[in-house]
């Protein structure tokens, strides 16, 4: 049987002996199974010479040709071997085939001794050396590249423009300044530097924000065959509008304005960066335009715009718009933009949602996320929703930035009915999950908020995305287990960064976890270094979980001209009180570290809420006048503070305020509430809370704990109905008030409402419901519906919160053995639980049971019994008149206050008055409280 390879020789014109000869060396080569095969055909092409070498030759080229499949590489190499020890590596165009197979198959290695060995041979060609330069650019080995590039210099190789561009780029590429100016200085020494080499150096610069070495290089152009061109000028105009230089940027402008016909861009560049600070130079450069016959395009005409916005002349800006179309520029997003945020900056947002609705073709995204953001801003997020709803009404498909903007808005204003309708409607992506998410952990939906999480597979889980998920745990005490669960899951595949940790650490404080704390911090300690910031987080975790001599050592191992106003901010923030926060305000004072308002601010609401109104009020007057421009609902609130004795004279204020045309702040408002709820003026309370335009969720909830704290659950009821109408929910912890209200009253009908209404909303029962709702049916003696509630949560989902309330419920409602079968069913016991199964053993008279868990909880569980625990045992003795027992227990640990008086009430009841006596003179000596 005749081979291809015989064919296509034949057709060639070889005769029939070369063919067949042929075709037994092609089948060496092809067949090179064993190294002997291998070493025989380096030797016979060592020993061919005139037409059979040729015929060697061509056999080569065919059989590399052949090696495109993955299945070749063997093959490859085998030729690789007998081309580099043969003849034939000196040959161009083999030794040229031979690097792109290599190449192609990632042998990047064997195509380094393939260079190696031509450089050695003195036979480098163009070609070869720039096929090798652009892989090694390719494969990010840019050094090696260079060096490539520099031996070609030195052997006077033509090296063509791709190959120099290649190294050139690729320096770029990578930020590397000096690889782009050692190669630049390398090519003009060899030839001139075109146009392109110049863009890329002043690229390079602009990069790294260095502007003034980039109009060095204009001078150095100038001076050159290659000129500057407008450009060149226009993309450092645009570096120096970027840092700020607004008066280099003129000298700029002028100083090339006279030698290179600046185009629309440039000026447009100038025009842009000087439009809000020097709009009289905006008019005279547009004027300049004008009479060198330039086109003013979109862009012209939007900094223009702002130039007029800028000198107060919204309604000149606005007309622009019809010269702008006479002179058949059609108006876009840059100016509608710049005009919408004109609106916003005069306060005009009513005018705003008019010249909204006259814009034509709004199908712009960019306009819809423009005035979304806007409304959102200025407190309209009743407008924003108008228009989302105009969208989806229309069905207008909503962009991704559209619905980031909207989604951000209702996390800002905590709009979650809202943000579902959203979600609902679009193709979510990472971002807009993690959005949602945030939105679900601020109203305490943690269990949503993790569902949405586990949503994005875990391989897109960036570590954003955990960090996000981390901070929503460190908002909310309780959420430990899960956080430490999740960071040990990324650091398995993302090395956790800085600001990953800080959320850690922030974890462990928010929970009062310091030996958690501890260990992390120690791990933390092994593989990185703390910034400034993260110290700060360090130790504040540390103040948060009582340890605060390390917090402060911590603070102070921030070396001190690092000690910036953040880090003294998030320190000043985590002291406990007022005195922590006074005494370190004047320490940051004495050190010379400039206060900013959120410093004024931690230390007015620390005075405030200890009562100090006047200390509060002096440190207002003196950021006032620090910062001018400080927000004015720090003024109303502290006003407001400041006639807590007064709820008519509040009223008034508001009144004064005219809060029905000027909307407050959600704080002002909030703190409106809370002085009525310290009043208890509920009355008032209610009434002001009417006069709120949009009420936000955070104020609903202060409106409902407020009620609820007072025992109104009828009232909360209908404020809850109202909610409903308006197509608002309340939050986990809104539910939890009112579960804890029908508790308190024993209310179980209220209670029962309360439940369905829980349901009726949709929301999800997290476990802070779950276990309020329990509490509720134990505490009014409704066992059943208790345990329906606790068989309901998977037993992976129970925390200990809610074992400790089911015995308790059991307990207490003389159901003793199942408390116990609840302890039997808890995995691992913690301190609480064992103090509950305690308690119910005394409340019930199983002395022995009780005295028994005391004597082996160490042992069993792990757990070493504390003053908690005795004073339990102690009870359930003293109960039963075995007061010598009672007392030899309670002097294992420390009698505090608590184990004394329940001997002594046990003295009492049983009349053991010597006993009573001794008891109440060691109160007496230790100065404790009966």
Same mark, same amino acid.
Request: net charge neutral.
């Given at each position: 049987?005749?081979?291809?390879?015989?064919?296509?020789?034949?057709?060639?014109?070889?005769?029939?002996?070369?063919?067949?000869?042929?075709?037994?060396?092609?089948?060496?080569?092809?067949?090179?199974?064993?190294?002997?095969?291998?070493?025989?055909?380096?030797?016979?092409?060592?020993?061919?010479?005139?037409?059979?070498?040729?015929?060697?030759?061509?056999?080569?080229?065919?059989?590399?040709?052949?090696?495109?499949?993955?299945?070749?590489?063997?093959?490859?190499?085998?030729?690789?071997?007998?081309?580099?020890?043969?003849?034939?590596?000196?040959?161009?165009?083999?030794?040229?085939?031979?690097?792109?197979?290599?190449?192609?198959?990632?042998?990047?290695?064997?195509?380094?001794?393939?260079?190696?060995?031509?450089?050695?041979?003195?036979?480098?060609?163009?070609?070869?050396?720039?096929?090798?330069?652009?892989?090694?650019?390719?494969?990010?080995?840019?050094?090696?590249?260079?060096?490539?590039?520099?031996?070609?210099?030195?052997?006077?190789?033509?090296?063509?423009?791709?190959?120099?561009?290649?190294?050139?780029?690729?320096?770029?590429?990578?930020?590397?300044?000096?690889?782009?100016?050692?190669?630049?200085?390398?090519?003009?020494?060899?030839?001139?530097?075109?146009?392109?080499?110049?863009?890329?150096?002043?690229?390079?610069?602009?990069?790294?924000?260095?502007?003034?070495?980039?109009?060095?290089?204009?001078?150095?152009?100038?001076?050159?065959?290659?000129?500057?061109?407008?450009?060149?000028?226009?993309?450092?105009?645009?570096?120096?509008?970027?840092?700020?230089?607004?008066?280099?940027?003129?000298?700029?402008?002028?100083?090339?304005?006279?030698?290179?016909?600046?185009?629309?861009?440039?000026?447009?560049?100038?025009?842009? /960066?000087?439009?809000?600070?020097?709009?009289?130079?905006?008019?005279?450069?547009?004027?300049?335009?004008?009479?060198?016959?330039?086109?003013?395009?979109?862009?012209?005409?939007?900094?223009?715009?702002?130039?007029?916005?800028?000198?107060?002349?919204?309604?000149?800006?606005?007309?622009?718009?019809?010269?702008?179309?006479?002179?058949?520029?059609?108006?876009?997003?840059?100016?509608?933009?710049?005009?919408?945020?004109?609106?916003?900056?005069?306060?005009?947002?009513?005018?705003?949602?008019?010249?909204?609705?006259?814009?034509?073709?709004?199908?712009?995204?960019?306009?819809?996320?423009?005035?979304?953001?806007?409304?959102?801003?200025?407190?309209?997020?009743?407008?924003?929703?108008?228009?989302?709803?105009?969208?989806?009404?229309?069905?207008?498909?909503?962009?991704?930035?559209?619905?980031?903007?909207?989604?951000?808005?209702?996390?800002?204003?905590?709009?979650?009915?809202?943000?579902?309708?959203?979600?609902?409607?679009?193709?979510?992506?990472?971002?807009?999950?993690?959005?949602?998410?945030?939105?679900?952990?601020?109203?305490?939906?943690?269990?949503?908020?993790?569902?949405?999480?586990?949503?994005?597979?875990?391989?897109?889980?960036?570590?954003?995305?955990?960090?996000?998920?981390?901070?929503?745990?460190?908002?909310?005490?309780?959420?430990?287990?899960?956080?430490?669960?999740?960071?040990?899951?990324?650091?398995?595949?993302?090395?956790?960064?800085?600001?990953?940790?800080?959320?850690?650490?922030?974890?462990?404080?928010?929970?009062?976890?310091?030996?958690?704390?501890?260990?992390?911090?120690?791990?933390?300690?092994?593989?990185?270094?703390?910034?400034?910031?993260?110290?700060?987080?360090? /130790? /504040?975790?540390?103040?948060?979980?009582?340890?605060?001599?390390?917090?402060?050592?911590?603070?102070?191992?921030?070396?001190?001209?690092?000690?910036?106003?953040?880090?003294?901010?998030?320190?000043?923030?985590?002291?406990?009180?007022?005195?922590?926060?006074?005494?370190?305000?004047?320490?940051?004072?004495?050190?010379?570290?400039?206060?900013?308002?959120?410093?004024?601010?931690?230390?007015?609401?620390?005075?405030?809420?200890?009562?100090?109104?006047?200390?509060?009020?002096?440190?207002?007057?003196?950021?006032?006048?620090?910062?001018?421009?400080?927000?004015?609902?720090?003024?109303?609130?502290?006003?407001?503070?400041?006639?807590?004795?007064?709820?008519?004279?509040?009223?008034?204020?508001?009144?004064?305020?005219?809060?029905?045309?000027?909307?407050?702040?959600?704080?002002?408002?909030?703190?409106?509430?809370?002085?009525?709820?310290?009043?208890?003026?509920?009355?008032?309370?209610?009434?002001?809370?009417?006069?709120?335009?949009?009420?936000?969720?955070?104020?609903?909830?202060?409106?409902?704990?407020?009620?609820?704290?007072?025992?109104?659950?009828?009232?909360?009821?209908?404020?809850?109905?109202?909610?409903?109408?308006?197509?608002?929910?309340?939050?986990?912890?809104?539910?939890?008030?009112?579960?804890?209200?029908?508790?308190?009253?024993?209310?179980?009908?209220?209670?029962?409402?309360?439940?369905?209404?829980?349901?009726?909303?949709?929301?999800?029962?997290?476990?802070?419901?779950?276990?309020?709702?329990?509490?509720?049916?134990?505490?009014?003696?409704?066992?059943?519906?208790?345990?329906?509630?606790?068989? /309901?949560?998977?037993?992976?989902?129970?925390?200990?919160?809610?074992?400790?309330?089911?015995?308790?419920?059991?307990?207490?409602?003389?159901?003793?053995?199942?408390?116990?079968?609840?302890?039997?069913?808890?995995?691992?016991?913690?301190?609480?639980?064992?103090?509950?199964?305690?308690?119910?053993?005394?409340?019930?008279?199983?002395?022995?049971?009780?005295?028994?868990?005391?004597?082996?909880?160490?042992?069993?569980?792990?757990?070493?019994?504390?003053?908690?625990?005795?004073?339990?045992?102690?009870?359930?003795?003293?109960?039963?008149?075995?007061?010598?027992?009672?007392?030899?227990?309670?002097?294992?640990?420390?009698?505090?206050?608590?184990?004394?008086?329940?001997?002594?009430?046990?003295?009492?009841?049983?009349?053991?008055?010597?006993?009573?006596?001794?008891?109440?003179?060691?109160?007496?000596?230790?100065?404790?409280?009966?």
């Amino acid at each position: 049987m005749i081979s291809d390879q015989m064919l296509h020789l034949t057709s060639r014109g070889f005769r029939s002996s070369h063919c067949f000869k042929q075709h037994r060396q092609v089948s060496t080569l092809q067949n090179l199974s064993e190294g002997v095969k291998t070493e025989q055909a380096i030797q016979n092409i060592k020993a061919a010479k005139g037409k059979e070498l040729s015929e060697w030759k061509q056999t080569i080229q065919e059989n590399l040709i052949r090696t495109s499949d993955e299945q070749d590489r063997d093959q490859l190499l085998r030729l690789y071997s007998i081309i580099t020890q043969t003849q034939f590596s000196q040959d161009p165009s083999i030794k040229g085939s031979l690097l792109n197979r290599l190449l192609k198959k990632d042998l990047a290695e064997e195509s380094r001794q393939l260079y190696r060995l031509a450089l050695q041979q003195g036979h480098l060609e163009p070609i070869f050396c720039g096929s090798w330069v652009k892989a090694l650019v390719e494969r990010g080995q840019f050094k090696e590249a260079e060096e490539v590039l520099f031996q070609m210099t030195k052997l006077r190789l033509i090296v063509s423009a791709p190959t120099w561009n290649h190294v050139i780029y690729g320096y770029d590429n990578l930020g590397d300044l000096d690889g782009v100016i050692r190669v630049l200085k390398e090519k003009r020494r060899c030839s001139s530097l075109s146009e392109i080499d110049y863009s890329v150096l002043l690229r390079s610069l602009l990069k790294l924000g260095k502007a003034n070495q980039a109009s060095g290089v204009l001078e150095d152009m100038a001076i050159s065959k290659t000129p500057p061109t407008a450009r060149n000028v226009t993309s450092i105009l645009q570096e120096l509008s970027k840092q700020g230089k607004l008066d280099e940027l003129i000298d700029l402008f002028a100083r090339w304005k006279s030698s290179i016909k600046m185009d629309t861009w440039a000026y447009n560049s100038a025009i842009s /960066a000087l439009a809000k600070h020097n709009p009289e130079r905006v008019m005279s450069l547009i004027e300049e335009m004008k009479k060198t016959n330039l086109a003013l395009n979109a862009f012209t005409y939007a900094a223009w715009m702002e130039a007029l916005i800028t000198q107060g002349q919204l309604d000149a800006a606005l007309n622009l718009l019809p010269t702008m179309r006479s002179n058949g520029v059609w108006p876009g997003f840059p100016n509608y933009s710049i005009l919408i945020k004109g609106f916003q900056k005069e306060g005009r947002i009513d005018d705003m949602i008019q010249f909204f609705k006259t814009i034509p073709k709004r199908s712009d995204a960019m306009i819809y996320a423009s005035i979304l953001d806007v409304l959102f801003k200025s407190n309209r997020s009743d407008a924003a929703l108008e228009i989302w709803k105009g969208i989806t009404k229309n069905q207008i498909p909503p962009s991704a930035q559209v619905a980031q903007v909207m989604l951000n808005g209702c996390r800002d204003h905590r709009l979650l009915k809202e943000a579902r309708e959203v979600f609902s409607v679009i193709e979510p992506d990472y971002q807009h999950m993690m959005t949602l998410a945030q939105i679900l952990g601020a109203d305490g939906l943690i269990e949503e908020a993790e569902t949405i999480f586990h949503k994005i597979p875990p391989s897109d889980r960036a570590i954003e995305a955990c960090t996000i998920m981390l901070n929503i745990y460190a908002n909310h005490p309780g959420y430990s287990t899960p956080a430490y669960r999740l960071f040990e899951e990324m650091q398995s595949t993302i090395p956790a960064d800085l600001i990953a940790w800080g959320s850690l650490f922030r974890v462990c404080g928010v929970n009062g976890d310091l030996a958690s704390l501890q260990r992390y911090h120690l791990q933390f300690k092994k593989d990185l270094k703390p910034d400034v910031a993260l110290m700060g987080i360090l /130790a /504040a975790s540390y103040n948060k979980c009582g340890d605060s001599a390390m917090g402060q050592q911590l603070f102070e191992e921030i070396p001190s001209d690092l000690q910036n106003t953040s880090a003294w901010n998030g320190h000043l923030a985590s002291q406990s009180d007022q005195k922590s926060v006074l005494d370190l305000f004047h320490a940051m004072q004495k050190k010379a570290v400039i206060p900013d308002e959120n410093t004024f601010r931690i230390v007015i609401t620390a005075l405030s809420k200890s009562g100090d109104l006047e200390m509060a009020t002096k440190m207002f007057d003196k950021m006032k006048v620090q910062f001018p421009d400080a927000d004015p609902h720090d003024d109303l609130s502290l006003q407001i503070r400041s006639r807590a004795d007064d709820a008519k004279s509040i009223k008034t204020l508001l009144y004064e305020r005219n809060v029905l045309t000027n909307p407050l702040h959600p704080s002002t408002w909030i703190c409106i509430l809370e002085m009525y709820r310290r009043m208890e003026q509920y009355d008032l309370l209610e009434e002001t809370f009417k006069l709120a335009r949009c009420p936000t969720s955070e104020m609903w909830s202060a409106l409902l704990n407020a009620l609820a704290d007072d025992g109104r659950i009828t009232q909360c009821l209908h404020w809850l109905n109202e909610m409903h109408k308006i197509g608002k929910q309340p939050s986990p912890q809104d539910w939890v008030a009112l579960l804890m209200a029908c508790k308190n009253s024993g209310s179980l009908v209220n209670g029962n409402k309360v439940e369905i209404m829980i349901k009726q909303s949709g929301s999800l029962l997290n476990k802070w419901i779950n276990t309020s709702l329990l509490r509720m049916y134990a505490k009014c003696g409704d066992m059943n519906n208790a345990a329906r509630i606790f068989d /309901a949560v998977p037993s992976d989902h129970r925390d200990d919160a809610m074992y400790v309330a089911m015995m308790d419920g059991y307990a207490k409602n003389r159901q003793v053995q199942k408390a116990v079968e609840i302890f039997q069913s808890i995995s691992h016991p913690n301190s609480q639980s064992i103090a509950t199964l305690l308690n119910a053993f005394s409340h019930s008279g199983r002395i022995d049971d009780a005295l028994e868990v005391v004597h082996t909880m160490e042992a069993r569980y792990g757990i070493v019994p504390t003053s908690w625990h005795y004073n339990a045992v102690v009870d359930c003795l003293a109960r039963a008149n075995r007061l010598d027992e009672a007392e030899a227990l309670s002097r294992k640990h420390h009698r505090d206050d608590v184990t004394l008086g329940t001997i002594l009430s046990a003295c009492r009841i049983h009349k053991d008055i010597p006993r009573a006596e001794k008891i109440f003179e060691e109160i007496r000596k230790t100065n404790l409280t009966p």
